[in-house]
């Protein structure tokens, strides 16, 4: 019996290690993935789109958990990948500035790649709090810039207005 209980042990470690290599492996892929087109337009939807996708996939993962099974080393191996699957797609497909600085920051040398880099560490609301002063600074610089683009925008849409009545001039 105890033989029995050491094999049984064996397996479910092998199927561990093998699992945990295997999702390993596949973070790279999983990456790459949101940087094709269709993993770009998957990060664009709107956030309902995407919980509901997030939902979706986790009642997949949650069926093929239920119904897969885990007899031998190798389908255990399988479930165990099969069911990480879902929370590594969402957690890419939810997340999105971060994987965008990352991606940035492998391109980048110099200053910027400094920049991207402590924005990567940058809490949310002091990002969010940055962001904030950033469009107010160069609202305040090109405040001047923006009132006469406002203003010819505004003279062209009047213009287009009255040629549209039938008003020369």
Same mark, same amino acid.
């Not at 990456?31 to 269709?38: C, P």
């Not at 956030?47 to 509901?52: D, E, F, P, Q």
């Not at 969010?128 to 600074?137: H, I, K, Q, T």
């Given at each position: 019996?105890?033989?029995?209980?050491?094999?049984?042990?064996?397996?479910?470690?092998? !199927?561990?290690?093998?699992?945990?290599?295997?999702?390993?492996?596949?973070?790279?892929?999983?990456?790459?993935?949101? +940087? /094709?087109?269709?993993?770009? &337009?998957?990060?664009?939807?709107?956030? *309902? @789109?995407?919980?509901?996708? *997030?939902? #979706?996939?986790?009642?997949?993962?949650?069926?093929?958990? +239920?119904?897969? =099974?885990?007899?031998? *080393?190798?389908? &255990?191996?399988?479930? $165990?990948?099969?069911?990480? !699957?879902?929370?590594?797609?969402?957690?890419?497909?939810?997340?999105?500035?971060?994987?965008?600085?990352?991606?940035?920051?492998?391109?980048? @040398?110099?200053? $910027?790649? *400094?920049?991207?880099?402590?924005? =990567?560490?940058?809490?949310?609301? $002091?990002?969010?709090?940055?962001?904030? #002063?950033? #469009?107010?600074?160069?609202? =305040?610089?090109? =405040?001047?810039?923006?009132?006469? #683009? /406002?203003?010819?925008?505004? &003279?062209?849409?009047?213009?287009?207005?009255?040629?549209?009545?039938?008003?020369?001039?």
């Amino acid at each position: 019996m105890d033989s029995t209980r050491t094999a049984q042990t064996a397996k479910n470690f092998l !199927a561990f290690l093998s699992s945990g290599y295997t999702k390993m492996l596949l973070e790279k892929p999983y990456d790459e993935f949101f +940087q /094709t087109e269709l993993g770009i &337009k998957l990060k664009r939807l709107g956030l *309902v @789109s995407k919980n509901a996708m *997030v939902v #979706a996939l986790g009642l997949l993962a949650f069926f093929l958990e +239920q119904k897969l =099974s885990d007899d031998t *080393v190798l389908k &255990k191996m399988f479930k $165990e990948v099969a069911t990480d !699957a879902w929370p590594e797609f969402s957690k890419r497909l939810l997340n999105g500035f971060t994987d965008f600085l990352v991606s940035r920051s492998a391109a980048a @040398s110099g200053e $910027e790649k *400094v920049a991207i880099d402590k924005l =990567s560490q940058t809490k949310p609301e $002091e990002l969010n709090e940055l962001l904030v #002063a950033l #469009a107010r600074d160069v609202k =305040s610089r090109h =405040s001047d810039f923006l009132d006469r #683009a /406002t203003e010819r925008i505004r &003279k062209s849409r009047e213009k287009l207005q009255n040629r549209k009545r039938g008003v020369l001039w």
